[in-house]
C-alpha cells in the first residue's frame, strides 16, 4: 500500500460533520461516520466483531499468526484516529483511558444518543412554538418556518405534515390563524382522508395576507364568502 493510499484511508471525508458538544447531530453524525468506517473496512473494530487474533500456542506464535496480530494493531490503530478526528475535544477526553475502539465507541453511542434525544426534543418543543409577530411580516415568517423545518431535518428531527400544519396555524396572528383553518376544514370537506399540502396552505396564507389590507376596505368583509386566488398560476378556493 502507498503513503498516499494509507493517508486516505486514515482520513474521513469532509461531508462527516464533526460530533457537536450538545449532541445536536448524534443522529446523522453516527449515520454517516458508520457509513464511511464501513467503506474502508474497518467497523468492525468499532462494534467489536472483528477482535484480535490469537495464537494458538501463545508461547509460541507462527509467522502468519504474528503477520495477522500486527495487521489488527495497525487497523486498530487507524480506527481510532478515525474516531478522533469528529470527536469535540470534551468527548475525546473522557474516553481517552479506555484501551479499545470498541469501548471507546461504546462510551460515546451511549452519552451522546442520550445528549441528541434531548436535544432533538428542545428543537422540536422551539420549533412548535414558534409564534409570528401580530403585526410582523407573515411571508417573512413563513418563509423561515420552511427553512427551519429543513434545517431540523438535517440533525435528524422530523416534523410531521400534521405537526406542520399545526404549527402554522397556531403560529400566526388570530385572523391568518382563523383563514388557515378555514382552508383545512375546507380540504377535508372534499378529501375526508386527505389535508391540504404545507406549501399550498403557505401561499394562499402569504397570498391573503398581501391582499388582506384591501379586503379590510370592504362593506362586506364581515360576511362569509368564497373567492378565488391564483398564487403561482393555479387556483384556490379561499373561504373567508
Keep these: 500500500m502507498s503513503v498516499a493510499t494509507a493517508s486516505l484511508n486514515d482520513?474521513?471525508?469532509?461531508?462527516?460533520?464533526?460530533?457537536?458538544?450538545?449532541g445536536l447531530n448524534w443522529a446523522v453524525f453516527s449515520l454517516r461516520f458508520e457509513d464511511a468506517v464501513q467503506a474502508k473496512g474497518f467497523w468492525g473494530h468499532?462494534?467489536?466483531?472483528?477482535p484480535c487474533p490469537t495464537a494458538t500456542i501463545e508461547s509460541a506464535p507462527t509467522a502468519d499468526e504474528l503477520a495477522a496480530i500486527e495487521k489488527w494493531e495497525k487497523d486498530e490503530r487507524s480506527a481510532r484516529s478515525l474516531l478522533t478526528q469528529k470527536l469535540p475535544d470534551s468527548a475525546l477526553m473522557r474516553i481517552r483511558n479506555k484501551p479499545s475502539v470498541k469501548e471507546r465507541w461504546e462510551a460515546i453511542t451511549t452519552e451522546f444518543t442520550q445528549k441528541g434525544a434531548f436535544a432533538q426534543t428542545e428543537l422540536r418543543a422551539r420549533f412548535l412554538d414558534m409564534k409570528c409577530p401580530e403585526k410582523g411580516n407573515a411571508r417573512e415568517f413563513l418563509d423561515s418556518l420552511r427553512v427551519k423545518r429543513?434545517?431540523?431535518?438535517?440533525?435528524?428531527?422530523?416534523?410531521?405534515?400534521?405537526?406542520?400544519?399545526?404549527?402554522i396555524i397556531s403560529s400566526l396572528p388570530i385572523s391568518l390563524s382563523n383563514f388557515a383553518s378555514n382552508q383545512l376544514a375546507a380540504a377535508k370537506l372534499y378529501h375526508s382522508t386527505k389535508t391540504i399540502d404545507p406549501d399550498v396552505l403557505i401561499s394562499l396564507i402569504t397570498y391573503v395576507s398581501h391582499i388582506m389590507p384591501f379586503l379590510m376596505e370592504q362593506p362586506d368583509v364581515t360576511k362569509p364568502h368564497t373567492t378565488w386566488a391564483h398564487p403561482g398560476g393555479r387556483n384556490f378556493m379561499i373561504c373567508l
Design 11 to 22: 482520513t474521513l471525508p469532509s461531508s462527516i460533520p464533526k460530533l457537536d458538544a450538545t
Design 46 to 50: 468499532f462494534s467489536g466483531t472483528t
Design 150 to 167: 429543513e434545517e431540523l431535518a438535517t440533525v435528524g428531527v422530523e416534523i410531521d405534515t400534521k405537526d406542520y400544519l399545526s404549527t
